[in-house]
């Protein structure tokens, strides 16, 4: 059974920084590209980052892009985003995503909040 589990949200002052985890299970973590996505009050769900199985192409949105790291450690399945210099518009529920074998598979997210 996929699993992934998503650790390291919490609350968080402007400027500040938090390193998001997401440890998979149920399949080959090697085998698949991961991706982190985030979701806003009142916001359609949207693509933060993702990373291919090797790490060898990685892509940001670009209201991230130089303030958040994605990452990989296959040998502990597991993927993070590291993210700095935190706005209060990155305020949201981070989700970590695969898909396996044609199927969508999301964790349950973590609750960043950015706010003085």
């Known amino acids: 059974q996929v699993q992934l589990v998503e650790s390291g949200g919490g609350l968080v002052q402007p400027g500040g920084s938090l390193r998001l985890s997401c440890a998979a299970s149920g399949f080959t973590f090697s085998r698949y590209p991961m991706s982190w996505y985030r979701q806003a009050p009142g916001k359609e769900r949207e693509l933060v980052a993702s990373i291919t199985r090797f790490g060898s192409e990685i892509n940001y949105s670009d209201s991230v892009k130089g303030r958040f790291t994605i990452s990989r450690d296959n040998a502990k399945s597991t993927v993070y985003l590291q993210m700095n210099s935190l706005k209060p518009d990155d305020t949201a529920v981070y989700y970590c995503?695969?898909?396996?074998?044609?199927?969508?598979?999301w964790g349950q997210g973590t609750q960043v909040t950015v706010s003085s």
């Open positions: 995503y695969a898909a396996i074998g044609g199927y969508s598979s």
